[in-house]
């Protein structure tokens, strides 16, 4: 068969199959295949290769785009050096993404500013990467929807998107107060998503003020931590505020420790 004839029937081909960036760099790899000499199998496995990178571009942008995080920090822009009390290695154990494949969960605990908005994030953001669904949310606001979802007879969907996520960051947990039909629900979601799918929380307060949290309801306290715990890394960061050291340099005073350094994104939206 004519080799013009050919090609104009690949194109065809890959087209009807809805392979679109293969089909546009085909006759690329068809020259270099050539030059190469290389063996069918290998030709056939750079075509697929060139779709298949492009989908995955494709597919991380589109969960990028649903995990609807505050902003984009990764790992390698936290300083860990100005957090000693934070053991890195942890930190890095954690971003191998075992904890996501065994569906246990992460706590980030410490006061205002020390990161961890920007640590669950970083994580949330390589699950990202690695092909997991991701969403992001606060505390309060996820209270808030689950009680309107709840009005207008819609709770039960709600669960569910909440449940398909692989994993689900829960920030600020407990920043301010939960009513006892918030406590409730939130309770019945990390029940749904006990021992399957992964949560990371981060909060400002100790395991003792839980109750506190919940409205004085300690008895729901003790079952959300208990589920919680069950299955988690616990990290607790004991440090000082990035935001606070960016405040004292903009203010020309000296900063708590002048031999820490700044952080690699200028510490902003740092939680």
């Known amino acids: 068969m004519d080799t013009t004839?050919?090609?104009v029937r690949v194109h065809d081909q890959l087209r009807a199959l809805n392979l679109k960036h293969a089909e546009k760099n085909v006759d690329g790899l068809c020259e270099d295949a050539a030059q190469r000499q290389s063996g069918y199998t290998e030709f056939l496995s750079r075509v697929l290769d060139?779709?298949?990178v492009r989908r995955l571009d494709q597919g991380t942008?589109?969960?990028l785009k649903l995990?609807?995080?505050p902003f984009q920090k990764t790992l390698e822009q936290f300083d860990f050096g100005f957090q000693p009390?934070?053991?890195q290695r942890q930190v890095e154990e954690l971003a191998t993404l075992s904890f996501v494949a065994e569906g246990r969960n992460v706590l980030f605990l410490g006061p205002p500013g020390v990161g961890k908005t920007h640590l669950a994030v970083a994580l949330g953001m390589k699950a990202c990467l690695a092909g997991y669904g991701v969403y992001y949310i606060s505390g309060h606001e996820l209270a808030r929807r689950l009680v309107a979802s709840l009005a207008d007879d819609t709770l039960e969907k709600e669960f569910l998107a909440l449940t398909?996520?692989?994993?689900l960051i829960i920030d600020e947990f407990g920043y301010l107060p939960f009513e006892r039909q918030q406590a409730t629900l939130m309770f019945q979601l990390i029940a749904r998503r006990y021992e399957?799918?992964?949560t990371i929380v981060t909060t400002n307060k100790g395991f003792a003020q839980w109750g506190e949290v919940f409205g004085g309801d300690q008895a729901i306290a003790s079952a959300i931590l208990d589920r919680l715990l069950h299955h988690a890394a616990v990290i607790n960061i004991r440090g000082a505020s990035y935001r606070l050291k960016d405040h004292q340099h903009a203010l020309g005073l000296a900063p708590e420790d002048p031999g820490r350094g700044q952080t690699k994104n200028g510490g902003s939206n740092i939680n």
């Open 5 to 7: 004839l050919i090609r």
């Open 50 to 52: 060139e779709e298949l």
């Open 61 to 63: 942008q589109m969960r």
């Open 67 to 69: 995990s609807h995080f």
């Open 85 to 87: 009390s934070l053991d």
């Open 164 to 167: 398909r996520c692989k994993v």
């Open 196 to 198: 399957r799918l992964a």
